[in-house]
Structures are given as structure tokens and as C-alpha cells.
């Protein structure tokens, strides 16, 4: 156990070395690694006692190497975005299409196109409707199942594990299982609301209705999410607070309104700008239960641009539109992201 | 410090050194072109076949190919040791059921990788499939007597089918001529099937018109519920917001009322679904579906109406004839041996212009196995199998005179009522109603939608001059 202390501590003070007394320690460095390495301080680790002379071992080459070498998964990783990503972006100014093999350069004529078709600001609004009509219910409810399973009671600890179960479940499956219990000759929910006289509910047969629906999927979904976020901030949050409201006679409903949301927030809103920006790009609940119907009522972006990319094989303009997808995407979370650190701050109580 | 200072430099340079070098391979990889594209027209590949035909020649080779989860499909691939045998050939193959099935194939075609050498597609695909040059035409393998054997013999074929999976490439010219990208392997002609059993029960005969048809569909959903059909509606058709969902019935009645999706005016297309007439059928038929159609119809493709049918929820179906036979088949489902066949509706003239789905396979123009794909081929469409599959298995519609005349395949489907006489009266005038282009399956999806918005109260002129606005431009 003692060793191995040491041996990380003289690890990271052969780093610090290796920056800062980097000329003296390559001319006193001896050629053999390990030779000066005290007995005990870990096998093969050659290394010195802290302070002075470390990593004197470790021939200079390694030791100019190493920072590349570390950011080395960090590089592949960023172009293995950004390759992809440019790629995309550089296709946008073309008219590339199943139908033009060979495109022409066209400027910003897709862009121009999007912006001056109707069916773009439709798809924008259903998109927009869609997330945040998604991410407040479950906000809400996340919220309000967290409250109720933060009283461990037992009842509490066995649903705190069933909860988890949609989370498992893959969104597109779970939209094709609401398919069929929606159905409204053969599904199962309108089965059960036949006794009270709801038998004939058609869901996903009028626009509202499919957006509501799609809503609801994405609700049955994601909201163990944003509760287990929720709970989770709940049970780090100091008990203090709570028993002095107890003891000065608050409610119930001035200790959640001054007390608990408050501090709950910033959890809560890491829950949120998750749920707000995977609702933003939503593609596989609605294609598995709409398919984007009746009519347009349901084609958010995302759809649409499968639809231009994939299904009309027109490359450049499908493209176009997850570049603006991206856009919308990357503000929103730029906003939110700053505002949750605001608010971070905030409940740590750090001047600005 | 100074040596800090030198290395932290040092990194910048690194990393702007790493992120030009990167840079380049992406800067060449656009500069290279879009992949694709590269079509060449410097004779076929089949021409390279000589000597006497020979079913060995590509012994040893291993062949892959993409197929749709179908009926069909299970014949060939219970028989794919008939082929191994007879040709020493290895068939790979991946199955996919039919939602995704396209996209599959189509993503697949379009990166320009060989990873299938043969796929199943429908005549619509070639539209999409052929102008870019992913599709081999296939004439010059079928005119080289080196490379096809003289029993596959082209002439036994349907000539309707074979014409339907021939085009030129040129939005608006009519099929039949150019290319032969792909082969007629199963067909599919859309017509009505209906439950007998509610029909005699409730004293009803097949629609002979349109009106008739939209006022039985409403009889059956106001009717057969009180007569022991728990929840049965009139007529299932395809709703979903789908290009599938225009081809078949309101393809079929949309043509026997003379109407078309496009005329021809010049060089370009100019889209006809908002004439004065599509309009009044297009909403007729949105009617129809309101008064005698499924619940939830907006969801409907023919999995679901094919199974409302023989789940006896439906009265009828409007679609194609296999998707009633597979329902009508003895233990296939509650209303079998209660599903009889019927042309369906004239138009006003008494037409039977029946739209067609034909399941063909094709070749890859990528594939280094061209020939052995050939051979391949000339074996799925050839009389040998097709005959095997109509009578041991449900390859029915048959592609090829010689199987749909043939005693034993006659016999067994004389026990669907109505199924041979519904295919001969309708075969003559079954064929593409469509007009070939290549932005088929935009034109199809938007109409869809188009359908939707008049079935959920829109009104259907605004609604399909708008369609037409937003397609001209597409397709002119």
C-alpha cells in the first residue's frame, strides 16, 4: 500500500520535472534506467526520491514525446468528429444528388432554400413544440417522482429500480409497442378506456393528436431520467436547512418553494438541457409512430432531413438541414449551458 | 521557465501542424469528388461471356445478396441448395423486413461499395436507382447466348412485366424502352378481396363503381358490427404518410378514372394529381376511408390491412392480391376460407386499368461477380424455380406464362374463389400507372401526405394545388 503512495508520488513529481529541470537532469541522467531507483519505491517504476532528479530514468525522448502521446485519443477523437462534420458542411454548397452525381458549386443556395420554404419554419415549429412541450412534462414529473421517492420508504426503493426500466428500453421500440397500444381497434389503452366512454379515440389520427402522442412516448421514456437526476441531487442536498424551516414551522410548500427547488435547480437543469437538446434532434419515436403524419403535423427537422438525404437521395439539401439542425442545437445548448452556470454559481454562493 | 515556454510553443505548432495535415486528406477527399457517378459506358460486362452457356462456369464463387422478408423470399432461400447444386455457386444473404428494407438498400447502393452483388427491388426503385448508374442493365447478358441459357427463354415471360422493368432513364418517357434493369420475378396486381361471410350475411355484392364502393364500405361499418362482426369497418386501405400508400388501390381506382400523376409537356412534367377530376376523386376517396375505413387510418400500411382482413375487422381490402392471399390461405388467419376475389370498381367507362407492384431482382453495377449474378438470375426468374415456388410454396402471380398456365398451379388456387378469374380479367390492362421519374418517391410521400390533410378536413383542392406548386419544380 505504502509503496505504491510513493511510487504514484514520485510519478507525478517526475512529471512536474520533467517540465521545469529538464537541461540538468539530461546531463546527470545515466544511461541505465533504474540505477538510481531507491529499493522499495515499486517495481520497475525507476523512480527517484521526490524532489530532485526525477525521472532521471526516462530517456529525454519519452519524456519530450509525452504530451503528444496524451493528447494523441483527444486528437483522433476531435477529427473524428470534425472529418465527418467538415465533410457535411463542404457538401452544403454543392447540388449533390442521387440525380446530379456531379455537382455544381451553388453558394449558400440551399441555405437560401430553406430559409424561404414554408415547410422548413413548419418543421422548426413542430421541432420546437415538440421539445419543449417534452422536456417541461418531464421536467415536471422527473421532479415530482424524485420528491415522492426520496422518502426511502420500501415501496420507494423497489419503484426506484423499476423506474429505470423505459430508460432500458430503445425509444424506437418503445414507439412501435405505443403503436400498437394505441391502436384504436385492436390497442389496449383504448380497451381500457372503453368504460368510461373514451372507446374511440383515434390518437394518432389528427395532427394534435400525434404530436400529443409522440409527447407522451417521449415522456413514458425519458422522465425516470430527469428523476433519477433529480433524486440523485435531492439526496446530496444538506439536511440543516430542512430542519431549521421543520423547527421554525414552515410548510410543506414554503420549504419546497424556498428550500428545496432552489438548491434542487442546478441538478434539474442538467436534466433538462439533456432532455431539451435530444428532444431538438427526436427522430426515431416520431418516424416509428407517425412516420412524421397526418399530413406534415408531425415532421420535425430531423425527419425532414432524413426524408431530403436518405429516402429522395438528395444529399447537399438533406445535409443543409442537419448543418441548421446543428446550428439551433448548438445555440440552445450555449445558452442554457451559460445560464446553468450562473446558476451554479449562484447556489454556491460564488460572487461573480 | 524559458524551455516552458519553447515546449508550450512548441505544441501550437504541433497541433497546427496535425490539424493542416488532417486538413488535406479531407480538402483532396472533397476535391475527389462525390463517389458515384463514375458510370461507364464502354460496353457491358457481359459481353466478356463466350463459348457454349455452361451453368459450372463460376464454380466455387460466392455470390451475396439483399432480400426483403416476404413470401416470396422464402422460396428461393428454402431452394438455394437446388441452385449450389446445379452451379457450384455459394449464395450469402441478408433478410430485411420491408420498412427498412429500401433505405437499406438504397444507402447501400449509393456509397458505390459491391457489398451485394443482387437485391430484390421494386420497378418504381429503378426510377430512383437507375439514372445514377447503380443498376446493371441486364439486356445484354439476356442477348448473349454465352452467358443465358436457351431454357430460361425471355418470351415466356409476361411482356407487361418485362416492359415494366425497362426505361430509358428520361423523366416522362414511357417504360419499355432502353434498359433492362431488372427482371420481373413476382407481381402484384391491386385489386378487391372481401369477406364473404359479412357480405352474405348482411345481402351484399362486390362493388361494381366507385359510388357503389364508398357506400358498401359505409354499410359494412354502419352494419356489421350488429351482425356479429365485433368492430369490422368497410374497406382497408394503406394511410401512412408513405410513397407505399399511393400505389395500390388509389393508384389502381385513380386510373380506372382515366386520371393521371403527371403529363408530359415538352421536355419536362408538369404534375397533373390537382386536375378538377383528381380533385373530386381524391376526395371521394378520403371520404370513403372517413365512413368505411380503418380507425387510426393514418397508420395503415398493408401489414395492417392485410391483417385487419383476415382478422375479420375488415370488410375489404383494396390492395394487392397477396396480401389478401396470404390471409386466405387454409389456417392462415380467422377469415380464411371466407375471402373471396374481385376485380373491383370500374371507372366511369368501365375500365379495369390495375396499378402493379412487380418484385424483380436486379444487379449490382459495382459487383466483380457479375456473371455468376447472371447465372444467379437467369435461376430465381427461370421456369423451374417460379414453378416450384407457385405450386410448393406461395410464390403466386406468377411472372411467367408457362407457370400461370400450368395444371397443378391452376388447381391450387381454383380453391381461393374468384382469385383466377380477378387475375385474367384484370391482367390485360394491369401495368405501371405511374409516370417514370426519378423523384418518384418525393412525388409519393408528398401525395400521401396530400391525403392525410384531406382526410383530417382540409379541403383536397387547396390542398393538391399545393402539392402540385411544391412538385413542379422538383420534377420539371
Not at chain 1, 421543520?246 to 435547480?265: E, H, N
Not at chain 1, 406534415?296 to 445535409?319: C, H, K, N, P
Not at chain 2, 368492430?231 to 382515366?258: C, E
Not at chain 2, 392525410?452 to 387547396?462: D, F, L, N
Request: with cysteine.
Amino acid at each position: 500500500m505504502d509503496s505504491s503512495t510513493e511510487a504514484d508520488h514520485g510519478a507525478a513529481s517526475s512529471d512536474d520535472a520533467a517540465v521545469a529541470g529538464a537541461p540538468e537532469k539530461a546531463s546527470a541522467a545515466g544511461p541505465g534506467p533504474g540505477a538510481e531507483s531507491e529499493p522499495g519505491a515499486g517495481p520497475g517504476s525507476g523512480a527517484p526520491p521526490p524532489g530532485l532528479g526525477a525521472a532521471r530514468s526516462v530517456p529525454r525522448w519519452r519524456r519530450t514525446l509525452r504530451p503528444y502521446l496524451l493528447i494523441v485519443p483527444a486528437l483522433l477523437l476531435t477529427g473524428g468528429i470534425l472529418y465527418p462534420f467538415g465533410l457535411g458542411l463542404y457538401y452544403t454548397v454543392f447540388d449533390f444528388a442521387a440525380s446530379k452525381p456531379q455537382p455544381d458549386p451553388v453558394g449558400l443556395e440551399n441555405y437560401r432554400r430553406i430559409f424561404t420554404d414554408s415547410s422548413f419554419w413548419d418543421s422548426a415549429w413542430v421541432t420546437v413544440l415538440y421539445a419543449v412541450g417534452a422536456a417541461a412534462v418531464e421536467t415536471v414529473l422527473g421532479v415530482a417522482v424524485a420528491l415522492l421517492l426520496h422518502r426511502s420508504t420500501l415501496v420507494g426503493r423497489v419503484l426506484e429500480k423499476v423506474l429505470i426500466l423505459p430508460l432500458m428500453i430503445a425509444p424506437v421500440i418503445a414507439a412501435i409497442i405505443w403503436k400498437l397500444m394505441l391502436q384504436p381497434s385492436v390497442g389496449v389503452v383504448n380497451h381500457l378506456l372503453r368504460p368510461f366512454g373514451l372507446g374511440g379515440v383515434q390518437w394518432t389520427d389528427t395532427p394534435t393528436g400525434a404530436l400529443l402522442s409522440s409527447i407522451a412516448v417521449d415522456v413514458w421514456v425519458y422522465t425516470p431520467f430527469v428523476a433519477i437526476l433529480a433524486l440523485a441531487g435531492l439526496r446530496s442536498l444538506p439536511t440543516s436547512p430542512f430542519e431549521a424551516a421543520a423547527v421554525d414551522g414552515g410548510s410543506w410548500w414554503f420549504t419546497f418553494r424556498k428550500l428545496t427547488m432552489p438548491m434542487l435547480w442546478p441538478y434539474v437543469l442538467v436534466a433538462v438541457i439533456f432532455r431539451f437538446m435530444d428532444s431538438l434532434k427526436v427522430f426515431d419515436i416520431i418516424y416509428a409512430l407517425t412516420e412524421g403524419g397526418p399530413g406534415d403535423s408531425t415532421v420535425v427537422l430531423q425527419i425532414r432531413a432524413y426524408l431530403e438525404a436518405i429516402r429522395f437521395q438528395r444529399y447537399s439539401f438533406g445535409l443543409s438541414y442537419m448543418i441548421v439542425l446543428w446550428a439551433v442545437v448548438y445555440l440552445a445548448a450555449m445558452v442554457l449551458v451559460r445560464y446553468l452556470g450562473r446558476i451554479q454559481n449562484r447556489a454556491a454562493e460564488v460572487p461573480k | 521557465m524559458d524551455m516552458h515556454g519553447k515546449l508550450g510553443h512548441d505544441r501550437r505548432r504541433f497541433l497546427a501542424l496535425t490539424a493542416a495535415a488532417s486538413s488535406a486528406p479531407l480538402l483532396s477527399a472533397c476535391g475527389a469528388g462525390f463517389g458515384g457517378g463514375d458510370s461507364k459506358s464502354d460496353g457491358s460486362a457481359a459481353d466478356d461471356v463466350t463459348g457454349s452457356f455452361d451453368w459450372r462456369r463460376h464454380k466455387g464463387t460466392t455470390i451475396k445478396a439483399l432480400l426483403n422478408k416476404h413470401p416470396y423470399t422464402d422460396a428461393l432461400i428454402a431452394e438455394l441448395g437446388t441452385f449450389t447444386e446445379k452451379t457450384g455457386i455459394k449464395v450469402e444473404y441478408d433478410v430485411f423486413p420491408e420498412d427498412n428494407y429500401f433505405d437499406k438498400l438504397t444507402v447501400d447502393l449509393s456509397s458505390g461499395r459491391a457489398s451485394y452483388d443482387i437485391f430484390m427491388l421494386g420497378a418504381y426503385m429503378v426510377w430512383q436507382y437507375g439514372p445514377p448508374g447503380w443498376l446493371e442493365d441486364l439486356g445484354p447478358w439476356m442477348r448473349n447466348e454465352s452467358a443465358t441459357g436457351a431454357e430460361w427463354d425471355q418470351s415466356d415471360f409476361l411482356p407487361s412485366l418485362l416492359e415494366g422493368t425497362r426505361w430509358s432513364l428520361k423523366a416522362g418517357e414511357p417504360l419499355g424502352r432502353g434498359g433492362q434493369y431488372a427482371l420481373p420475378w413476382g407481381w402484384e396486381a391491386n385489386v378487391v378481396a372481401y369477406n364473404t361471410e359479412v357480405f352474405d350475411k348482411l345481402g351484399l355484392r362486390p362493388a361494381e363503381s366507385f359510388d357503389e364502393l364508398r357506400e358498401l364500405a359505409g354499410t359494412i361499418k354502419r352494419k356489421a358490427p350488429g351482425a356479429g362482426f365485433d368492430g369490422m369497418y368497410g374497406v382497408a386501405v394503406r394511410g401512412s404518410r408513405s410513397w407505399a400508400t399511393i400505389h395500390p388501390g388509389f393508384m389502381t381506382m385513380f386510373s380506372r378514372y382515366k386520371l393521371k400523376d403527371f403529363t408530359v409537356e415538352g421536355e419536362g412534367l408538369k404534375p397533373a394529381m390537382n386536375s378538377p377530376e383528381a380533385i373530386t376523386f381524391t376526395r371521394d376517396w378520403a371520404d370513403m376511408v372517413k365512413k368505411g375505413g380503418p380507425p387510426s387510418w393514418t397508420s395503415y400500411t398493408w401489414y395492417q390491412c392485410s391483417s385487419d382482413l383476415g382478422a375479420k375487422k375488415a370488410g375489404m381490402l383494396f390492395d394487392a392480391d397477396t396480401a389478401a392471399y396470404f390471409q386466405a390461405v387454409k389456417g392462415a388467419s380467422p377469415a380464411a376460407g371466407n375471402i373471396a376475389f374481385h376485380p373491383g370498381p370500374k371507372g366511369p367507362d368501365g375500365s379495369l386499368a390495375t396499378n402493379m407492384w412487380i418484385w424483380s431482382l436486379g444487379m449490382n453495377a459495382k459487383s466483380g461477380k457479375k456473371s455468376a449474378a447472371w447465372l444467379f438470375l437467369q435461376w430465381a426468374t427461370g421456369k423451374e424455380h417460379l414453378r416450384k415456388g407457385a405450386i410448393e410454396y406461395n410464390h403466386i402471380d406468377p411472372v411467367r406464362k408457362s407457370v400461370s398456365d400450368d395444371a397443378a398451379y391452376r388447381n391450387k388456387m381454383k380453391e381461393l374463389p374468384g382469385f383466377i378469374e380477378t387475375f385474367e380479367a384484370v391482367q390485360d390492362q394491369t401495368r405501371i400507372q405511374f409516370t417514370p421519374q426519378e423523384q418518384f418517391f418525393d412525388a409519393t410521400t408528398s401525395w400521401a401526405s396530400a391525403l392525410q390533410e384531406i382526410y383530417g378536413g382540409k379541403s383536397a383542392g387547396p390542398v393538391l394545388n399545393g402539392l402540385a406548386d411544391d412538385l413542379a419544380p422538383k420534377v420539371g
